[in-house]
């Protein structure tokens, strides 16, 4: 197999590497999304919840408000004006008045609120101090309950106030802690910690020769976190075996700021090639896990790995190469959080070729592409290590090895930051959308057992 420039494989790698069968492009989809189950919902803390899948209804855990309260600022009152003033909480005989704020508890007696701006405070014929109606009040005011928020207005004990199955927005959070929630029962939503290697990365400054700016800090965890992860910790190590060894078992060190979850599943970032100075398989192997996914027959990103480690904990070893990482992380990556989140099985559509593209035997090339006229043509600048090309891309075309020919539909995907494909117009039926309507965690076809003998067509 033709190794991809920059990526795929190192003059050091022993022979036998050139004869690994690695998964189609569709396999390797299906067998990330298989090896995981969802994790298990639990509660989180109300600063935690923005944006998670509610498991439960919210109920109001008593009425709400519980007491009766004020709705503005100044006078609770009993019966008509004049109004004698007592110490505020002292119940209220009939012409009586306390002070009141906004949400305070109206004192036994108290039949309505005068507003601040409806009061008068004066001197009766004795000179005692005594309450009036006056500035902005209008006739009759303060009416029987007026500015009074009654118990149980807003809900009876019981009630639901937020069904499950909701995404949880700002005010949701707002609705539970009025309720008197702490936190709140989500789904599942894996935790992600990033590993990034590399000791001629740098991660600021311009990079001199021999050096490369690091561009998986910026946008991994964007991109982990707009794939349905929750993007954690994020750890740098050089480029040794122990490094490697000590990074990817279970002990980590607690990073400030970070959210204090154990992670789910451990993206790496190089180290995935077969040369000695690649790491990942060999510390996966030490730490008894198990390859889920050694290479996937496609261009760019052909050394992506998955793999498991006993304590349940997922590791994605992303390619190097910058372009390739984030071909790898959608192809794999966004099935298994999806998986991992209770989610479907990513979307893919079908786009008018606006080129043709000759057949490349034996690997699924990926190509970022611009809509030119609702046809996809492959986007420029998508070269080993370039970003150009998919910063401005509209998503990214599956070419199967047989190539397209102009105008034909071809699989593609969207880009976790970009809007969806426009369906793909057929003649005589409906644009078409793979996996559409299929229901979470069930695919077309289960995973394949092995990976795929490309000899015959590599002969």
Known sequence: MTEEPGEERSSADPPEATHHLAHTWEEARQAAFAAA????????????????????????????????????????????GPWILVEPGTRLAPHQASPIVTGGLIPPGGKAVLRSESALLGKDEDGLP???????????????????????????????LVKAGVLLNPAHLALAALAGYDEVPVQGKPMVRLLLTGSEVIGEGMPLPGQVRDTFGPQLPAVV?????????????????AEWLAALEDVVPEVPGAPDLPADVVITTGGTGKSGTDHLRQAVAELGGRLVIDGIAMRPGHPAVLAELPDGRFVL??????????????????????ALG????????????????EPDPGRTRLMPFRLVYGMASPAQHTGPGMMRGLASADGVMVVPPHGV?????????ALPWGPPIPAAADPGSKAKTRNAGRPARTAAKPAATGPVDWSALLG
């Open 37 to 80: 189950t969802p994790i298990p919902a639990g509660p989180v803390p109300l600063h935690l919840a923005l944006g998670r899948t509610l498991h439960q209804d919210i109920v109001a855990l008593q009425d709400m408000p519980h007491y009766a309260s004020s709705a503005m600022d100044g006078w609770a009152v009993n019966g008509t």
């Open 130 to 160: 005594v309450l009036t109606t006056g500035g902005s009040a209008r006739p009759g005011e303060p009416r029987t309950g007026q500015h009074i928020r009654k118990a149980g207005e807003e809900a009876l004990e019981g009630d639901i």
């Open 225 to 241: 976190n707009m794939l349905g992860g929750i993007a954690g910790e994020q750890q740098r190590i050089g480029d040794s075996y």
């Open 317 to 338: 070893g992303l390619p190097g190469n910058p372009l390739a990482a984030m071909m790898a992380l959608c192809t794999v990556g966004a099935p298994l959080l999806a």
């Open 342 to 357: 209770h989610g479907a099985l990513p979307e893919i559509q079908e786009v008018p070729s606006g080129s043709i593209i």
């Open 405 to 413: 020919q102009l105008g034909e539909l071809v699989p593609a995907f």
